[in-house]
């Protein structure tokens, strides 16, 4: 008995050993993936904040959106409930096209997208390190556009913070990964800045749909459960199947 | 060893085939001038050489590898037209990010002494948008050899360049050429090409005109080549 058991740590011990000599080349490579596209989010994220040129354009036209619906609607309460969620959405998406429209257009300029191509970085590294970029950037506009709406229309939306940041991180991460896959498939072309929405719209309904009727429901005070669990569904699978076919597909789209 | 193979690439731009079935192998060590009037198709055989654009038809290997595989491309430097640089960064910044792109152990040092090698540490923390041109070229061939790399590829690397930039990079790539670094360059400056060169490759209309050693001929007259190779294909 004693001997069958130190036979079996024995065999234990070596399935250890083999694993963790076989998982040490695999963890290299996943740290590796991860570093280069830290190394291209913050190489994005530096460049913008030196000009900053995606996020002004984007922060002027979106804060004047919201001023001029101030105007153009009585915000009463129970409008509100009403139009909240695709009131704020619908800012999100049009001032998120001048972000996402820079992404991969910032990489025409002196050919620097050769370079990045030329390197070892996988193009899904290259995607996800822009898309990541993206997201701060969007995230940083979308947090800004929310305090906006919140004094202009009287909204309390901190009442249901929590939720709300699940979902506008979730709807945004659709929106970014499907409008960095469309940045670089339009950075080519000359009309490139009217393409980019004319293709990604069409493609963002889903996750606009889900996103607008939780933002709506949990401005109304109505709190995440089994009546809206649905588009939460949506908007996680959205996310899993755009960021997975983005990821396959971008060495396509940039290499052909 | 060959470093490179080139196995009978095609490439079509919609129905436009601007390249014809070119092939040829280049030994390591080797330096190839790839010549050829305008639009005949080097650039586009020289981007799908660095894996930045796709053959139709046929293969591109080199060491023996796939060169859009990730060990192959540590192994390649690429100078192309463009300077290929971040107006917003810094010249120190530039040459970190692809030093960690390229997994350089300590980035910021490999910099440093490209940025002294270039004659560029003066202004190493200057934003290259405000760099004049000799020093965002002289910029760019550091980046280009940063990661040490064994296999260079150039498109018309002279063009453009001040006397400043094409003494540094003449040095570099003699240098390169004494470590046994294989390169090949694209260019319209025939003399200087076929002086540097190994290896001839002529390109007419997408078709390969002519692959092989340089010739004495071609010293003598560097026309020789066009005079004798652009009116009939090489079998």
Not at chain 1, 161 to 190: H, I, K, Q, Y
């Amino acid at each position: 008995m004693k001997e069958e058991l130190s036979r079996k740590g024995a065999e234990l011990a070596k399935k250890q050993i083999s694993f963790s000599a076989s998982s040490a080349p695999l963890r290299e490579t996943v740290f590796s993936f991860l570093g280069q596209c830290l190394t291209i989010a913050q190489k994005d994220l530096r460049a913008e904040w030196r000009t900053k040129e995606a996020l002004n354009a984007s922060l002027a036209f979106s804060t004047v959106i919201l001023i001029l619906f101030s105007f153009a609607l009585d915000p009463n309460p129970e409008m509100m409930q009403e139009f909240s969620g695709g009131l704020l959405w619908l800012v999100f998406l049009f001032a998120g096209a001048l972000v996402l429209n820079r992404s991969f257009a910032r990489e025409m300029q002196n050919d620097c997208l050769d370079a990045l191509l030329a390197s070892p970085v996988p193009p899904s590294g290259l995607f996800l390190g822009k898309t990541l970029a993206n997201y701060a950037l969007l995230m940083t506009l979308e947090f800004i556009c929310l305090a906006e709406f919140g004094i202009l229309f009287n909204v309390r939306w901190l009442a249901n913070v929590g939720p709300l940041m699940l979902v506008m991180a979730l709807g945004t991460w659709g929106m970014t990964v499907v409008g960095t896959v469309f940045s670089a498939l339009t950075v080519n072309l000359r009309l490139r800045e009217v393409m980019l929405p004319v293709l990604v719209y069409p493609m963002m309904v889903p996750v606009m749909m889900a996103a607008m009727i939780l933002t709506t429901d949990l401005l109304a005070g109505t709190a995440l459960g089994p009546g809206n669990m649905l588009w939460v569904r949506v908007l996680v699978g959205f996310d899993v199947i755009f960021t997975l076919l983005g990821v396959s597909l971008i060495d396509t789209v940039l290499v052909g | 060893m060959n470093a490179l193979e080139i196995d009978a690439v095609w490439k079509y731009f919609g129905d436009f085939p601007a390249l014809r079935d070119i092939g040829f192998t280049v030994q390591s060590g080797s330096v190839v001038a790839l010549l050829g009037r305008n639009g005949a198709g080097k650039t586009t055989l020289l981007r799908i050489m660095a894996g930045l654009a796709k053959p139709s038809k046929g293969s591109v290997k080199i060491n023996g590898n796939e060169v859009r595989e990730e060990s192959t491309r540590r192994r390649i430097g690429v100078l192309g037209h463009g300077i290929s640089l971040y107006d917003e960064l810094t010249a120190t910044e530039n040459l970190v990010l692809f030093g960690k792109l390229y997994g350089l152990d300590d980035a910021a040092k490999h910099a440093h002494q490209w940025l002294e090698r270039t004659g560029l540490e003066r202004v190493r923390d200057g934003l290259v948008r405000e760099f004049s041109r000799g020093m965002r070229q002289r910029l760019a061939v550091a980046r280009t050899f940063i990661h040490n790399p064994e296999v260079l590829l150039f498109d018309e690397p002279f063009t453009s360049l001040d006397d400043r930039a094409i003494a540094v990079l003449q040095s570099l790539i003699n240098e390169a050429k004494s470590r046994g670094c294989t390169i090949v360059m694209s260019t319209h400056q025939l003399r200087e090409a076929i002086e540097l060169a190994t290896h001839i490759v002529l390109i007419r209309k997408g078709e390969l005109a002519y692959a092989g050693e340089r010739r004495q001929e071609m010293l003598d007259d560097p026309t020789w080549l066009y005079r004798t190779f652009e009116g009939e294909s090489v079998s």
